[in-house]
């Protein structure tokens, strides 16, 4: 699903979930629903926090 040579990938997904397989294992089930889920992960991964938000422990991004 993810193309071929993904491994870093995985674990840069692993990385910014904070090393919880339940979420990232989450995160990917949900790509696997996209079109580009190739793409979907990428947005995960590189994803910046906007001014005035900051991300939880769990990887999930809050307001403050």
């Known amino acids: ?5 993904s491994g870093g ?3 840069n997904l692993l990385k ?4 919880d397989l339940a ?3 989450a995160a990917i089930e949900t790509a ?4 580009k889920p190739r793409e979907y992960i990428g947005g995960i991964v590189n ?17 403050l």
Do not use: C, H, Q, Y
Request: charged share 35%; hydrophobic share 35%; glycine share 14%.
């Open 9 to 11: 990938f995985v674990k």
């Open 32 to 35: 696997s629903t996209k079109s």
């Open 47 to 63: 994803a910046k926090p906007r001014e005035g938000e900051f991300v939880w422990k769990s990887g999930i991004k809050g307001v």
């Open 1 to 5: 699903m993810l193309g071929e040579r």
């Open 23 to 25: 979420l990232a294992r």
């Open 16 to 19: 910014v979930k904070n090393g």
